[in-house]
């Protein structure tokens, strides 16, 4: 497997630290608000990361945080008029609706930042003793200039990154580059005891923490929207090798934007849509091949018209699923006849080409074109051909991939009261032997979406293709 490791800017093969087994961190929300689709794409991106390891064989520890303490928290708790506490614990509750609707596994550990103080603040003690940390009235600062790999990540060089910080620069660091490691206590805002007084940590040594308490000093995978790559992920990597001496994340990934109209949403511009707003109009799971349908690191645009493509493709993708399910019973249970196993290895194919996409940096659109080439053979050969062994093949290997992008997830549908409503109404046409009424019936119960054919056991319906 190839994965484009953002570190050296180019794609590398993927090699465990540990054999069979890949440690994963994912940064994760700060918990002041609902979460938009923004933000959605990330979690599902790397939860189908997690989900191809998981279809490897490999063993995955997943680790996804909360940002429980920050400004935006301390100011939307403050505007509410609940504790910080509160807000993180009702937002969390909110996190895990939406992942849930969305088909995201729970990660293997969701740590708070707030319960990793005593590791956050051991890891300052460090740096402050190696000499790459400095306090300054009771806050503590990371001194990027005494590091120096700083901007190893990002490629920025010192003399730029003291450059373009130059406005507003803060006059008690030593370097404008020089980023806050605990923060003293402000009058009104919640604080921890620390050596260096009642204070908060910041942003990123949580992040270096809590990926260490989980998966060590080094591990396989640190995972994040490409804002985060500078300088959230450099000064993890300043604060974490600063202090261990070993190498931090082997693999870093960065997902791409979701864009409105070419610009980030995010929640400051106000271009935003929660998920809670887009399944009052789409499904869940279209969100999640709408995600799928282009690579993890391109730009995506969002708007309704793709919305409804993924809309279309779920349903042909279910169609393919109802219709092999439909067909199932009535096939002969028999071995296959050559015509029938060369259609065999062409679900093989498929299945090949599927991972071979995967296996390339993670390129669910070409994935997702693998799938529906097995949709295609499905709707088309496997559904002409009478042997039961090859349909079940063929859904058995659907089922198998659609794992991967966590599709696929609803159970065979019941039929809708309308159409159930005029097929009962078919059915006394029938015997009272109204075949102009019958066929009247059949039409207007296509004309909802569904087939009806007659068999010797009665009618079957399923939905159209
Ligand atoms: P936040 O809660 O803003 O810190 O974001 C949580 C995660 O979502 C981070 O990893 C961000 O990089 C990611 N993210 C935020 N906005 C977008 C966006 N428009 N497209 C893709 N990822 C995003
Ligand atoms: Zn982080």
């Given at each position: 497997?190839?994965?484009?490791?953002?570190?050296?800017?180019?794609?590398?093969?993927?090699?465990?630290?540990?054999?069979?087994?890949?440690?994963?961190?994912?940064?994760?929300?700060?918990?002041?608000?609902?979460?938009?689709?923004?933000?959605?794409?990330?979690?599902?991106?790397?939860?189908?990361?997690?989900?191809?390891?998981?279809?490897?064989?490999?063993?995955?520890?997943y680790?996804?945080?909360?940002?429980?303490?920050?400004?935006?928290?301390?100011?939307?708790?403050?505007?509410?008029?609940?504790?910080?506490?509160?807000?993180a614990?009702?937002?969390?509750?909110?996190?895990?609706?939406?992942?849930?609707?969305?088909?995201?596994?729970?990660?293997?550990?969701?740590?708070y930042?707030?319960?990793?103080?005593?590791q956050?603040?051991?890891?300052?003690?460090?740096?402050?003793?190696?000499?790459l940390?400095?306090?300054?009235?009771?806050?503590?600062?990371?001194?990027t200039?005494?590091?120096?790999?700083?901007?190893?990540?990002?490629?920025?060089?010192?003399?730029?990154?003291?450059?373009?910080?130059?406005?507003?620069?803060?006059?008690?660091?030593?370097?404008?580059?020089?980023?806050?490691?605990?923060?003293?206590?402000?009058?009104?805002?919640?604080g921890?005891?620390?050596?260096w007084?009642?204070?908060?940590?910041?942003?990123?040594?949580?992040?270096?923490?809590?990926?260490?308490?989980?998966?060590?000093?080094?591990?396989?995978?640190?995972?994040?929207?490409q804002?985060?790559?500078f300088?959230?992920?450099?000064?993890?990597?300043?604060q974490?090798?600063?202090?261990?001496?070993?190498?931090?994340?082997?693999?870093?990934?960065?997902?791409?934007?979701?864009?409105?109209?070419?610009?980030?949403?995010?929640?400051?511009?106000?271009?935003?849509?929660?998920?809670?707003?887009?399944?009052?109009?789409?499904?869940?799971?279209?969100?999640?091949?709408?995600?799928l349908?282009?690579?993890?690191?391109?730009?995506?645009?969002?708007?309704?018209?793709?919305?409804?493509?993924?809309?279309?493709?779920?349903?042909?993708?279910?169609?393919?699923?109802?219709?092999?399910?439909?067909?199932m019973?009535?096939?002969?249970?028999?071995?296959?006849?050559?015509?029938?196993?060369?259609?065999?290895?062409?679900?093989?194919?498929?299945?090949?080409?599927?991972?071979?996409?995967?296996?390339?940096?993670?390129?669910?659109?070409?994935?997702?074109g693998?799938?529906f080439?097995?949709?295609?053979?499905?709707?088309?050969?496997?559904?002409?051909?009478?042997?039961?062994?090859?349909?079940?093949?063929?859904?058995?290997?659907?089922?198998?991939?659609?794992?991967?992008?966590?599709?696929?997830?609803?159970?065979?549908?019941?039929?809708?009261?309308?159409?159930?409503?005029?097929?009962?109404?078919?059915?006394?046409?029938?015997?009272?032997?109204?075949?102009?009424?019958?066929?009247?019936?059949?039409?207007?119960?296509?004309?909802?979406?569904?087939?009806?054919?007659?068999?010797?056991?009665?009618?079957?319906?399923?939905?159209?293709?």
């Amino acid at each position: 497997m190839k994965i484009f490791n953002s570190m050296n800017r180019r794609k590398e093969d993927f090699v465990p630290l540990r054999e069979g087994k890949v440690g994963i961190y994912a940064c994760g929300p700060t918990v002041y608000n609902y979460f938009h689709i923004g933000n959605a794409r990330m979690f599902i991106v790397f939860d189908v990361l997690r989900r191809y390891f998981e279809y490897k064989g490999y063993e995955v520890t997943y680790v996804q945080n909360f940002t429980d303490i920050d400004d935006k928290m301390i100011a939307r708790a403050n505007q509410e008029g609940i504790t910080v506490r509160q807000l993180a614990d009702r937002f969390v509750k909110e996190y895990y609706k939406d992942a849930q609707a969305l088909g995201i596994h729970p990660a293997t550990v969701h740590p708070y930042a707030t319960e990793h103080i005593p590791q956050i603040i051991r890891l300052v003690e460090t740096l402050i003793l190696k000499g790459l940390a400095y306090e300054v009235n009771g806050d503590i600062y990371y001194d990027t200039a005494a590091f120096p790999d700083y901007g190893k990540l990002s490629g920025q060089k010192m003399d730029d990154l003291d450059a373009g910080a130059r406005v507003g620069v803060d006059e008690d660091k030593k370097n404008p580059a020089d980023f806050a490691l605990w923060k003293k206590q402000k009058p009104g805002e919640p604080g921890w005891d620390s050596p260096w007084g009642m204070g908060r940590p910041g942003w990123h040594i949580e992040c270096s923490a809590m990926s260490m308490e989980y998966l060590g000093e080094t591990f396989d995978i640190h995972c994040g929207g490409q804002d985060l790559l500078f300088p959230h992920h450099e000064n993890e990597i300043a604060q974490s090798e600063g202090a261990t001496g070993h190498p931090f994340a082997r693999y870093w990934m960065h997902n791409g934007f979701l864009n409105v109209d070419n610009q980030k949403m995010s929640k400051s511009l106000g271009n935003f849509f929660t998920v809670r707003d887009i399944t009052r109009e789409f499904d869940a799971e279209d969100i999640r091949m709408f995600m799928l349908s282009a690579q993890y690191r391109s730009p995506l645009n969002f708007s309704r018209e793709q919305m409804q493509q993924a809309h279309a493709s779920l349903q042909r993708l279910y169609g393919a699923r109802d219709k092999i399910l439909f067909l199932m019973e009535d096939l002969e249970d028999r071995a296959l006849w050559d015509e029938e196993n060369a259609v065999k290895s062409r679900v093989d194919d498929c299945v090949a080409a599927f991972e071979a996409a995967m296996d390339d940096d993670l390129n669910t659109a070409e994935a997702m074109g693998a799938l529906f080439d097995l949709v295609y053979l499905i709707n088309t050969e496997i559904s002409e051909k009478s042997a039961q062994s090859l349909a079940q093949y063929a859904l058995t290997q659907l089922h198998k991939i659609c794992e991967v992008p966590g599709l696929l997830l609803k159970k065979p549908d019941e039929l809708p009261g309308d159409v159930a409503e005029l097929v009962e109404k078919r059915a006394q046409a029938r015997s009272d032997k109204n075949w102009q009424g019958s066929d009247a019936l059949r039409d207007a119960i296509a004309a909802l979406g569904y087939l009806v054919e007659d068999t010797p056991k009665g009618q079957k319906v399923r939905r159209l293709t």
